[in-house]
């Protein structure tokens, strides 16, 4: 039988964890060095930067889950997250989008097919969901009472279509509660958060692209305009 820790056992964890991580910040910036140095194309340079900065992320919160000796609770199937809003920018629906137009033809046409039923299929839901104010507090509240899956999941597996080239946000929500905390609960509290990896992420990428900005050539990024144009995953990402 597992011991679940609780709501306040996890908060001691992450009060403890603030006080004695410090987050290797060189590592993000040395990842977009090395391939603004490499033989590739600037469109090459991009998609390898966003698909190592995204497993860097991933290294830094395993790492952090070591050192509070906590281990996920979230179980394959399990898809209580993917009804949260996920808001991301231009730049980052561009590398997405271009992620999946270089999968195996096979998968890249299981997207696209999934993507274009899920517009037809919530089309009235998405349209409520865009009156929404994005900035009211209990904005987060009314979109989950939507119930709206996200773009990316297949509801049929409960699985992500694009798993490893998924957005930020959606690697930032873990429970280490009991799984029913997210089942019984439609908006659970959120003990733990690794949003704040967002500021090495696309502080990295910004880097890059202020480098090859410099130069005159960004690639199919229109640099700094994308970096500032945000919306919901669903709007930016459609093919």
């Not at 429970?175 to 990295?204: I, R, T, W």
């Amino acid at each position: 039988m597992v011991d679940y820790l609780t709501l306040d056992q996890i908060e001691e964890r992450c009060i403890d964890l603030s006080n004695r991580y410090v987050i290797e910040e060189d590592k993000f910036y040395d990842l977009v060095d090395h391939f603004a140095k490499a033989d590739l194309s600037i469109d090459q340079k991009l998609h390898a930067s966003f698909s190592g900065l995204l497993k860097l992320v991933n290294e830094e919160i395993s790492e952090m889950e070591k050192m509070m000796d906590v281990k996920p609770s979230c179980q394959l199937g399990c898809a209580f997250c993917c009804y949260f809003p996920i808001i991301i920018n231009e730049l980052e629906a561009k590398l997405i989008k271009g992620s999946i137009k270089g999968l195996p033809e096979e998968r890249r046409v299981k997207i696209q097919q999934h993507m274009s039923s899920y517009y037809r299929k919530h089309n009235d839901v998405l349209r409520e969901i865009k009156q929404l104010d994005r900035e009211e507090e209990g904005f987060k509240y009314e979109y989950k009472k939507k119930h709206l899956p996200c773009v990316m999941l297949d509801t049929e597996t409960n699985q992500c279509l694009a798993y490893e080239i998924r957005p930020l946000p959606c690697r930032t929500y873990v429970n280490y509660a009991h799984p029913n905390v997210c089942k019984d609960n439609l908006l659970p509290k959120e003990p733990v958060s690794f949003e704040f990896l967002y500021e090495q992420y696309m502080g990295a990428l910004n880097e890059f692209l202020q480098g090859l900005y410099e130069e005159g050539d960004t690639g199919f990024i229109e640099y700094p305009d994308d970096l500032y144009k945000e919306n919901y995953l669903f709007e930016l990402v459609k093919i």
